[in-house]
């Protein structure tokens, strides 16, 4: 039987998702939100493999949002909360690497780590954002230390996709200034998929843990 949910309806779920809450007025928000759980309850019954990975990301999803958006407030959604969608789409994003990571073509995955320091050290030499060598310092550490590299610069990518597409329209924005230390940053940080592969890279050493404890 040919699974429900495929990944073009999750990326048709990502572009469309966020503009509805965009746009969608007082009911934006809430119908986005209960789609993405739906889609995410339907993704939990279909990958069954897959789900312990899901579960984890979407806790350590939850936490690392509340930290970083209304602790933190390393940046701010349009509503000043943390959307009900944000949790499950973090997760739907991570399912969507893992069904492509195996397919990126080997020279997108060989240059991705270069062209990220390039683009990452232009900016923080004009000034524009002095995060992103932090954060490609932990991408880069999860690329050549972690188990997972060709997952790690899909998910870089394709959360950079993401964010661009998030802040241009103003689902979210990135802080000017970082909060604590008043360095500027960018809307988006071109490096901000670190914090993607270091939720996938916590999924992914729950799920071990989880399998040796098992044995």
Known sequence: MKPVIQPTLVVLTILVGLVVDRHGGTWGQP?????????????MFQAAALRL?????????????????????????????????????????????????????????????????AGVSALAVAGID?????????????????PSPRLYITMFLLSLAMELWGTWLGNWTWRAALPGLGWPVANPPLAAGAFYCVLDL??????????????
């Open 31 to 43: 119908l986005v939100s209960l789609w993405v759980w739906l889609l995410f309850g339907v993704l």
């Open 53 to 117: 990975r899901l579960l984890a990301c979407l806790l350590i999803a939850t936490a690392g949002e509340l930290v970083l958006s209304l602790v933190w407030g390393l940046y701010d959604y349009q509503l000043g909360n943390l959307p009900l969608f944000v949790p499950p789409g973090h997760a739907l994003l991570y399912w969507l690497g893992l069904q492509w990571a195996g397919r990126m073509p080997g020279r997108v995955i060989a240059l991705t780590p270069w062209l990220a320091l």
């Open 130 to 146: 002095w995060m992103g060598p932090a954060l490609l310092a932990v991408f880069l550490v999860c690329v050549w230390r972690g």
């Open 202 to 215: 916590l999924s992914e050493s729950v799920c071990r843990r989880k399998a040796c404890h098992a044995s």
